[in-house]
């Protein structure tokens, strides 16, 4: 299955997002295979850096070395998705200031709807940033009421096992981008988050 022939925008009423182009997925995957699924903040605003990109995109090789801190040797996309992982981003534009508006959040959640239900076998999400989370949760609010990540500082939740219809759900930072390598902290908390996911894997 092609995924981006599943999902997509047409209206772009969104106003913080570079809206000459969207990514999503063109990846053709077995959407049986997919058991976790890494959604990071927002797309790059070079195409090039996608996750699933020719060459070396930047998404794939900080996201990689995540999955290397976490003791998986792997050397690419390929192979983490070989395993059962698919990644996406919570917003499918890429960002023109700092921040994603609270509206342009919920405006892609419903994109990220439609892609987490491609997938029956899933049994984890890692929201990979507050982005990520925000819009999980506006997923969580349409389908069962309410949040499924409660508010506060992930460093102070992320170790509280978090279930949304039997799916283990991981609130943790974002590993997509130059970020990555800035703050080792976030980078250690990145591994042990991917460590614990892969536990329930296996």
Same mark, same amino acid.
């Given at each position: 299955m092609?995924?981006? !022939?599943? $999902? /997509?925008?047409?209206?772009? &009423?969104?106003?913080?997002?570079?809206?000459? !182009?969207?990514?999503?997925?063109?990846?053709?995957?077995? &959407?049986?295979?997919?058991?976790a699924v890494m959604v990071s903040e927002a797309a790059p605003k070079e195409a090039s850096d996608y996750y699933y990109s020719e060459g070396e995109p930047l998404f794939e090789k900080t996201t990689v070395q995540a999955f290397r801190d976490a003791g998986l040797e792997v050397e690419g996309i390929g192979q983490l998705v070989d395993l059962?992982?698919?990644?996406?981003?919570?917003?499918?534009?890429?960002?023109? @200031?700092? @921040? *994603?508006e609270t509206g342009t959040v919920k405006q892609c959640s419903f994109i990220l709807e439609r892609e987490l239900d491609l997938f029956p076998n899933l049994r984890v999400v890692m929201l990979m940033g507050d982005v990520a989370i925000k819009a999980?949760? !506006? *997923?969580?609010? +349409?389908?069962?009421?309410? +949040?499924?990540? =409660?508010?506060?500082?992930?460093?102070? $939740? +992320?170790?509280? =096992?978090?279930?949304?219809?039997?799916? +283990? *759900?991981? &609130?943790?930072?974002?590993? #997509? /981008? =130059?970020?990555?390598?800035?703050?080792?902290?976030?980078? #250690?908390? $990145? #591994?042990?988050?991917? #460590?614990?996911?892969?536990? $329930?894997?296996?």
């Open positions: 092609k995924i981006c !022939e599943k $999902i /997509g925008c047409t209206d772009f &009423p969104c106003q913080d997002i570079e809206k000459k !182009e969207y990514l999503v997925p063109e990846i053709d995957i077995d &959407p049986l295979n997919v058991k059962g992982f698919y990644f996406t981003t919570a917003v499918k534009c890429g960002k023109t @200031g700092y @921040g *994603v999980f949760n !506006e *997923v969580a609010k +349409r389908k069962t009421g309410k +949040r499924v990540i =409660p508010a506060g500082s992930t460093y102070k $939740i +992320r170790k509280t =096992p978090y279930l949304f219809k039997g799916i +283990r *759900v991981f &609130p943790s930072y974002l590993q #997509a /981008g =130059p970020s990555f390598f800035i703050e080792k902290s976030k980078r #250690a908390m $990145i #591994a042990e988050d991917i #460590a614990e996911a892969l536990k $329930i894997l296996k």
